[in-house]
């Protein structure tokens, strides 16, 4: 009898083998008649806000911890999506307003929906994700023998196999063209950079160090990438073709920070510069590994924070943006977990589950502090700067005094649940890909009131709101499974 299992099983992995699943790599640049790399304006926050836009810029921010995180994130899409603002002096919901969504990890999963179908995600999301036992189907990958190519094909890993579930659930053969043609907001989801340690986002800044065309690049392997929990999942791996292109640097920001890599040790900007030459040099990186973005930033906030950087009174983009914006608001949207408080009451903790939960939580609330800090100092630097253009140009600009400008970073956590009982619930929640029904409900609930009743968000739309709100008091109505209307 063993050796018939033996038998069955050797004969599955030399199925598997056989028959090596096609995995979809980056592709290169394409190339222009003089032979160099044809960098053209492509998906990133920067080139995606030559668009027009209104006075308000709006982004958001995801944090990781699995379907905990993605469901928390989805009811702050519909409490924007159903407070109203005026535009041009007709109503619209907040959520059209939104210019960039950042996401890592489990918040990449209702970010890159919403991304892709917008008003028909709140008609789908639930049943393709949210409420799907998408666990199932990470058990099926290690458990089921003909799912096992990842044990006999080295360039097929168990993250690999998973790219194509959420390919397959949610994204449909999606690529970033499809997102690059929905316009804003733009979805920057966020992996980690293993051999640096460092943010990697999925946006054509990224891809033309690798001189490689973010276009054709399945969002499903970018969402794979950014959830690939450590040790139950591989890296996602992108090629480099700088090879190919050692002689035609990418242009833009790329460019101009290369020069200052040899600047302070302290610089921020020196320091990303020496990321993007470590990744830019044939001789150290061939390939890109990634894995979870939360490693490098749970908060999905390090990637805004260095595009906003670029945006000094120098810009040209903000000399143009600056005097017709007013609000700058940035949510973060956090669904992370609580750290454990009964440790400090045991006399030995010695559960590896316990150790793991504990020095991974304690490295991410401690490092999401200092990004929430320095992410704060960016969008205050932002608002002033954007006063004194406006203000340069003129006292009153249509109609406004030219320092009527604000911003804010807004965290929204389940830690602000102000039901006790209920919060503890919330943050006991792990982080899986699988989770019951009713806690779906419950944390879609609490972050689509966290967001409805933030009085700093409040505050800051109160010249937006419409006079009259008697029309939209169904918004502010409890969370019920389904379709939530916008007022």
Avoid at 281 to 290: C, M, R, S
Avoid at 427 to 451: C, F, H, K, N, Y
Wanted: charged share 20%; proline share 6%; glycine share 6%.
């Amino acid at each position: 009898m063993v050796r018939l299992i033996v038998l069955v099983i050797a004969s599955f992995l030399g199925l598997a083998a056989c028959q090596a699943t096609n995995v979809t790599m980056n592709q290169p640049l394409p190339v222009s008649r003089e032979g160099a790399p044809a960098y053209t304006p492509g998906y990133t926050l920067l080139d995606m806000l030559h668009a027009p836009r209104g006075e308000l810029f709006v982004a958001l921010a995801f944090s990781g911890g699995g379907k905990r995180s993605a469901a928390f994130a989805y009811g702050a899409l519909l409490a924007l999506r159903s407070m109203q603002v005026i535009d041009n002096g007709r109503p619209k919901p907040l959520l059209d307003e939104v210019d960039y969504i950042a996401a890592v990890s489990g918040g990449s999963f209702p970010a890159v929906h919403y991304g892709l179908y917008r008003e028909e995600s709140f008609r789908t999301f639930e049943a393709a994700f949210l409420k799907r036992d998408v666990n199932r189907f990470v058990y099926q990958i290690y458990l089921l023998p003909w799912n096992w190519e990842w044990l006999v094909n080295p360039l097929f890993g168990t993250n690999d196999a998973m790219a194509l579930v959420y390919d397959r659930l949610m994204f449909n053969g999606a690529t970033y063209a499809d997102l690059q043609r929905r316009g804003l907001p733009m979805i920057s989801v966020d992996a980690t950079d293993l051999a640096g340690g460092v943010v990697f986002p999925f946006n054509q800044t990224s891809f033309d160090r690798l001189c490689s065309d973010l276009s054709s690049f399945p969002v499903s392997r970018a969402v794979a990438a950014s959830a690939a929990f450590p040790i139950l999942f591989t890296p996602i791996t992108l090629v480099s073709y700088r090879s190919d292109c050692v002689g035609h640097p990418p242009p833009g920001p790329l460019a101009t920070r290369a020069s200052d890599t040899s600047g302070s040790a302290l610089s921020r900007t020196a320091m990303m510069a020496r990321n993007e030459q470590r990744q830019m040099d044939p001789a150290q990186t061939q390939f890109l590994h990634l894995m979870d973005g939360g490693i490098a930033d749970n908060l999905a906030l390090r990637s805004l924070s260095n595009d906003l950087m670029l945006l000094d009174e120098s810009s040209e983009l903000l000399q143009r943006l600056a005097p017709k914006t007013r609000r700058v608001i940035v949510i973060n949207v956090d669904g992370q977990a609580a750290q454990d408080p009964t440790l400090g009451q045991r006399r030995v903790v010695s559960g590896l589950r316990q150790i793991i939960s504990a020095v991974s939580g304690s490295q991410i609330n401690a490092y999401s502090f200092e990004t929430l800090l320095f992410a704060d100092q960016q969008i205050a630097q932002l608002t002033q700067t954007i006063r004194r253009i406006r203000c340069a140009q003129g006292k009153i600009i249509d109609g406004h005094n030219c320092d009527d400008v604000q911003g804010a970073l807004i965290p929204i956590t389940l830690a602000d649940v102000p039901d006790e009982p209920l919060r503890r619930r919330l943050q006991a929640i792990p982080t899986s890909l699988t989770i019951p029904d009713a806690d779906v409900d419950a944390l879609v609930a609490e972050g689509q009131r966290l967001v409805q009743t933030n009085a700093t968000l409040l505050g800051l739309l109160a010249d937006f709101r419409p006079r009259s709100m008697a029309a939209c008091r169904t918004s502010q109505a409890p969370y019920r499974p389904g379709l939530q209307p916008a007022c």
